[in-house]
């Protein structure tokens, strides 16, 4: 990242932000915009935010702005990777009526058809203080939190991923309206099961690389040993990925019945869950202290940006929002190490200084004070 | 107050596809400055179009004769029937060459989300010329979109009974691309490397 503008985004009216590779600490109270800045970076790569917020939720309400109608916020950047410089944008589609919500997506100046343009160019993986209950709470953010991981490696996952949901929602629609023949549901389900064995398939792929990864990690941070477990991904195991697929079909077949009450579906790709142990006394991830869960959180991301240096070339971008403050100072020391050694650009923020100070000279600070950025 | 001819005119081609009122504005003082160069030779070319084309209601194709062009030429190759969704695909395989067959215009594709089923499409004809002896393959060129993806499924489960091959189009076609936005190249080899659907 070289080169960042935000507009209209939340209380970011306006904010202009040239960067080094290294390092960047964002300075500044609660509410100053820190971590919408960071939300701002995390819509350069597909999904829906580091908030997972509604994009007519962005927009900025600050006086000056309504009335305006012009044009909905945005977001541009210069990224600069191992094979050259990219400019990526994105910002609402001011086209669409409201509830219709889009963005719209453009890399080196032309119109993108997916959000997967953008994970070509860029990934981004972020720990802020919503994910400390991510052992501990229900499966869906982990999972959410594995596929931002895959997204690094392989791109056409989150294209793979919003097909599925869109086959599952077109599933569920006619379930309950009870519409829908017979061969119109059966062609969702193929659907389906193709996405899910493709989905579970990647997964698969970057637990195995990411254990492996994890393994090597030593010193400050626990070593984190990962499992998977869902359908079609432990059905892999066995089968090949054409049994797999029919497996899924037949069950989603015969589960119609029971779908058409809960509005889901009994297996799919929806189901799957990152596990997580602590890899010296073997504790499930959501039974250890909340120290030792947000240790290993940054373990697995730490392993995950060096697996991505090794493999892929180009280094996700570190979204830390309100971690430093609160590490131990060891861990803390161990975190900046790491960051420095990859060459990793780590976004991260805090309310006081002195938590970075072992950034000094090595990092780029930003004041964040109501929406602006003073260096 | 009711609007000027000219508004009236600005309102009609600000619904254009990709035009905006700005550029509607543009384009109606353009025609407006232009009498006897474009607005005269468009608005007969429109008067003509609304009076003389209409759908085939053989394939679904957009034409001045129906049965179109296509039905009716009889160089094409009767054995093989190619299912598009929109007469702008048709367009685009018509464009690249990489089809000698005739086809068949879907009117769209599947989606519960957007309250399209079948019903809405046009199959009933496509039943019956999948019957047609002469009839030996059904291409399915449908767009890489879910939705797409989904219809072809669906067309290959209600074909699977009759004497008929049903293929698809292969690798190459990037996921949620439209066929109208392929290049001619990109059709070609789609076309070339169809598989069993
Ligand atoms: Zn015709």
Redesign the interface.
């Given at each position: 990242m070289a080169r960042l503008s935000v507009q209209r985004f939340r209380n970011l009216r306006q904010a202009e932000l040239t960067v080094g590779a290294g390092p960047v600490v964002l300075l500044g109270e609660n509410g100053a915009g820190k971590t919408n800045l960071l939300e701002a970076l995390s819509f350069l790569t597909p999904g829906r935010g580091l908030r997972r917020a509604r994009l007519g939720d962005l927009e900025s309400r600050l006086p000056g702005n309504e009335g305006a109608g012009q044009g909905g916020w945005a977001v541009a950047a210069r990224v600069e990777t191992p094979w050259g410089a990219h400019d990526l944008g994105t910002g609402r589609d001011i086209t669409t009526a409201p509830g219709q919500e889009r963005r719209v997506i453009k890399v080196d100046g032309e119109f993108a058809s997916s959000q997967a343009a953008l994970g070509a160019v860029l990934a981004a993986v972020w720990v802020t203080p919503e994910m400390d209950g991510l052992f501990r709470e229900g499966a869906s953010e982990r999972r959410r939190f594995l596929d931002r991981l895959v997204y690094a490696f392989d791109p056409a996952h989150a294209g793979r991923l919003s097909a599925y949901e869109r086959a599952l929602r077109e599933r569920a629609r006619l379930l309950r309206e009870g519409r829908g023949e017979p061969e119109w549901l059966g062609a969702l389900e193929r659907t389906m099961a193709e996405k899910a064995v493709a989905i579970a398939a990647a997964r698969r792929d970057m637990v195995g690389r990411l254990a492996g990864a994890c393994a090597e990690t030593s010193g400050a941070f626990p070593r984190a040993e990962l499992g998977l477990a869902g359908d079609a991904e432990t059905w892999l195991d066995e089968l090949p990925a054409l049994a797999v697929e029919e497996r899924l079909q037949t069950r989603l077949l015969e589960s119609r019945g029971r779908d058409s009450e809960t509005g889901g579906a009994v297996v799919g790709a929806h189901r799957c869950d990152l596990l997580v142990h602590h890899g010296l006394h073997g504790r499930p991830a959501g039974l250890c202290s909340t120290g030792e869960q947000k240790a290993l959180l940054l373990a697995i991301v730490l392993a995950h940006a060096r697996l991505t240096g090794l493999e892929r070339g180009g280094m996700p971008l570190l979204l830390l929002d309100e971690v430093a403050a609160h590490l131990d100072a060891r861990r803390r020391d161990a975190l900046y190490e790491e960051i420095l050694a990859m060459g990793l650009q780590a976004w991260l923020t805090g309310t006081d200084a002195a938590p970075f100070a072992a950034l000094n000279g090595a990092a780029q600070r930003f004041r964040v004070q109501d929406g602006m950025f003073i260096e | 107050m009711a609007p000027s001819e000219i508004d009236r005119l600005i309102q009609q081609l600000a619904r254009l596809p990709g035009l905006g009122p700005r550029s509607a504005r543009r384009t109606a003082l353009y025609l407006l400055q232009r009498r006897e160069q474009s607005l005269l030779p468009l608005a007969e070319a429109l008067s003509r179009a609304a009076e003389r084309i209409r759908p085939c209601h053989v394939c679904g194709n957009l034409d001045d004769s129906d049965p179109c062009r296509i039905c009716r030429d009889r160089e094409r190759d009767l054995s093989a029937l190619c299912v598009v969704e929109e007469v702008g695909d048709l367009w685009a395989l018509e464009r690249s060459g990489a089809f000698k067959g005739h086809y068949h215009v879907l009117g769209g594709c599947?989606?519960?989300?957007d309250g399209r089923?079948?019903e809405q499409l046009n199959l009933d004809s496509l039943w019956q010329r999948a019957r047609d002896p002469a009839v030996k393959e059904i291409v399915l060129a449908l767009s890489a979109?879910?939705?797409g993806?989904?219809?072809?499924?669906?067309l290959a489960?209600?074909l699977a009974g009759l004497p008929v091959q049903v293929t698809r189009l292969g690798q190459g076609v990037p996921?949620?691309?439209d066929l109208d936005?392929l290049d001619d190249g990109t059709l070609l080899a789609a076309f070339s490397a169809r598989r069993p659907a």
């Open positions: - | 599947l989606s519960a989300l089923g079948p979109t879910v939705d993806q989904t219809t072809a499924h669906y489960e209600r996921v949620g691309g936005y």
